[in-house]
């Protein structure tokens, strides 16, 4: 919520606002989380699977190219899970139908904004790793901002657009 603001150019009040939020959203975020780690998962386990498995047929190495795919399009989903979470009151089977609509519809951006952030992440956690403090401040909050940013101009571009044009027709 906090950095969805600040991606907004809105003020936030960090702590107060965060708490705010986190009272708000913290059951489905968790429920979300537990998602998340079921599908994380299901999907080590398969790419594990599918791996040994091309050693012996071919159609296993096609298998696991699908599930990597698929593992990325759904943590490209995520960019737009959390921001959705806050800012719409949608239900959660709703929140990963857009998530995964949007994901589609903007894929080769989604792609590359996806891999900044995931980048700009590892390369932050590799050389901030004995000093904890600048890896929250930017290994962290950085990747986010630019994921969420990337997601309100998605919201814009296609949500709030459409609501936008529904009231200037009543």
Same mark, same amino acid.
């Given at each position: &919520?906090?950095?969805?603001?600040?991606? $907004?150019?809105?003020?936030?009040?960090?702590?107060?606002?965060?708490?705010?939020?986190?009272?708000?959203?913290?059951?489905?975020?968790? !429920?979300?989380?537990?998602?998340?780690?079921?599908?994380?998962?299901?999907? &080590?386990? #398969?790419?594990?699977? &599918?791996?040994?498995?091309?050693? $012996?047929?071919?159609?296993?190495?096609?298998?696991? /190219?699908?599930?990597?795919?698929?593992?990325?399009? /759904?943590? *490209?989903? #995520? *960019?737009?899970?959390?921001?959705?979470?806050? %800012?719409?009151?949608?239900?959660? $089977?709703?929140?990963?139908? #857009?998530?995964?609509?949007?994901? *589609?519809?903007?894929? @080769?951006? =989604?792609?590359?904004?996806?891999?900044?952030?995931?980048? !700009?992440?590892?390369?932050?956690? /590799?050389?901030?790793? @004995?000093?904890?403090? @600048?890896?929250?401040?930017?290994?962290?909050? +950085? @990747?986010?901002?630019? =994921?969420?940013? +990337?997601?309100?101009?998605?919201?814009?571009? &296609?949500?709030?657009?459409?609501?936008?044009?529904?009231?200037? %027709?009543?």
């Amino acid at each position: &919520y906090v950095i969805r603001n600040w991606a $907004r150019d809105e003020h936030a009040w960090v702590w107060s606002d965060f708490k705010d939020a986190w009272k708000q959203n913290w059951k489905e975020s968790i !429920l979300i989380m537990l998602i998340n780690g079921v599908v994380s998962i299901i999907f &080590y386990v #398969n790419f594990t699977f &599918y791996t040994v498995q091309a050693q $012996r047929n071919l159609l296993f190495i096609a298998l696991r /190219y699908l599930t990597l795919i698929i593992g990325i399009i /759904y943590a *490209m989903m #995520n *960019m737009f899970i959390f921001p959705m979470l806050v %800012t719409y009151k949608l239900k959660l $089977r709703q929140i990963f139908k #857009n998530a995964l609509i949007f994901t *589609m519809a903007e894929l @080769p951006r =989604a792609f590359v904004i996806f891999l900044l952030a995931f980048l !700009l992440f590892g390369v932050v956690l /590799y050389f901030s790793l @004995p000093f904890i403090i @600048p890896f929250f401040i930017i290994g962290l909050t +950085f @990747p986010m901002l630019i =994921a969420i940013s +990337f997601a309100n101009w998605v919201f814009d571009k &296609y949500l709030n657009k459409a609501s936008h044009e529904e009231e200037v %027709t009543e």
